[in-house]
């Protein structure tokens, strides 16, 4: 990526503007592997470009947790490491979410926060493509979880009062209209809570930015205009440690506003550079190594203390309430 990038003809189109003009980003994926990585001239979006999985359900359902994780189901450091994420998000929530609201969480994973809300008193189900994680969630935790893509689930739409979709956005090969059939399960009125990595974050090594499983890069202002354009209103939108969370609500019979992205392609497009060029020059960037290896002791001796999953969870949230 350079500054004079070419445009080029995408082969899809932006999600957001329609517009195939792009530049290219990046050519190679995080493991070395071709895979080309676009920002849309016309809203600063990136995206892979072409789709390198064709059948993204098969992908998802049996693959993706182990190319990721390396692993069927999750390991004690995994759920301890999860469950600690969630009581994050319970705080980026900033107390909108109350005891006894019916909550959808998409993109399961190890169900985690689906326990978490149910410990809270709500109604709180998921949906999860992976079998391992879906099935784990069930059995570990007795909570409901449909295992398949969140198009196939059996749950009444219109009947939730809060949906979210935590690191799960940047998967789906077409977020406006995922996010507009996503959001069909909520009330009006209801809200929607979505957190994605922040593409733009200039903590993270830009060659490591860029992998099979991600197939969107959002900043704040194309995550807001994405979940605009499927007819969400926004309630806010911040970034929160190498990621973006927006709170959004369902309306109907009201157009929704969207941020104007007029002159963001060149401010995305820089900042991703600074960004590129400042990585090494950050002092985070040489204190990640023993953060990471204090963390993983931690994460280790806390977890293999309790003897099953349950036991990790109720240790991580124990005296936590709602406000």
């Known amino acids: 990526m350079n500054e004079d ?18 530049v290219i980003v990046a050519r190679r994926a995080r493991e070395g592997h071709a ?20 059948d993204l359900a098969q992908f998802y359902r049996n693959e993706y947790r182990v ?18 994420v969630a009581l994050k998000r319970l705080g980026h929530s900033e107390n909108r979410i109350q005891p006894g609201i019916k909550c959808l969480d998409v993109g399961a994973g190890g169900g985690e926060w689906v326990y978490l809300m149910q410990q809270l008193g709500c109604d709180s189900v998921g949906v999860e493509p992976n079998e391992g994680y879906g099935s784990f969630a069930r059995d570990e935790y007795g909570v409901e979880v449909f295992l398949g893509m969140h198009q196939d689930a059996v749950f009444e739409r ?23 059939s996503i959001s069909s399960y909520l009330k009006p009125g209801g809200l929607f809570m979505i957190e994605v990595p922040d593409i733009l974050f200039p903590g993270m090594r830009f060659d490591h930015k860029w992998h099979d499983g991600h197939l969107y890069g959002f900043d704040l202002k194309t995550l807001e205009a994405t979940a605009n354009r499927a007819g969400l209103k926004t309630v806010s939108v911040k970034k929160v440690p190498g990621n973006i969370f927006g709170v959004f609500e369902k309306v109907e019979g009201e157009e929704v506003e969207a941020p104007s992205l007029e002159d963001h392609f060149s401010e995305a497009k820089q900042e991703l550079l600074n960004a590129r060029e400042s990585y090494w020059g950050r002092p ?15 994460e280790k001796r806390v977890s293999q203390s309790f003897s099953k999953p349950r036991e990790i969870l109720d240790h991580a949230y124990k005296g936590v309430k709602l406000q």
């Not at 990038?5 to 792009?22: H, M, Q, V």
């Not at 985070?284 to 931690?298: D, G, I, N, Q, S």
């Open 35 to 54: 895979l080309r990585n676009v920002m849309s001239v016309e809203t600063g979006l990136i995206y892979v470009d072409p789709l390198p999985v064709e």
């Open 284 to 298: 985070e960037t040489f204190l990640k190594l023993p953060r990471r290896a204090m963390k993983a002791l931690r």
């Open 67 to 84: 190319s990721y994780k390396n692993t069927f189901v999750p390991k004690p450091k995994h759920i301890l490491r999860a469950g600690e």
């Open 158 to 180: 219109g009947t939730f009062d809060l949906v979210t979709l935590y690191q799960v956005l940047e998967h789906l090969a077409e977020p406006v209209e995922d996010l507009r």
């Open 5 to 22: 990038s070419e445009k080029i003809s995408a082969e899809r189109p932006c999600p957001i503007s329609g517009s195939d003009e792009a």
